[in-house]
């Protein structure tokens, strides 16, 4: 990854979760915090979290929203 947008931990959690099985991943946020998005085959995914829990991680689950963007109104 570019050396001005990671840490040698987030490094080192890459690098770990690919050796697991993972197939890649994506920083995103800024500044200060942010996330490490790991995209893996689903049969690896509690090996995976497992790893990144080992090295310091937070696991947030999260579903892709099929319908796309909605919007209402309250009258």
């Not at 995914?45 to 829990?53: P, Q, V």
Request: aromatic share 10%.
């Amino acid at each position: 990854m570019a050396t001005k947008i990671t840490t040698p931990l987030i490094d080192e959690m890459y690098e770990a979760v690919c050796k697991k099985g993972a197939l890649g991943g994506k920083i995103l946020g800024a500044g200060g915090g942010g996330y490490l998005l790991i995209y893996a085959p689903f049969n690896k995914r509690h090996t995976i979290a497992e790893e990144l829990k080992r090295l310091g991680g937070q696991i947030v689950d999260f579903d892709f929203e099929l319908r796309g963007l909605r919007t209402w109104e309250i009258r």
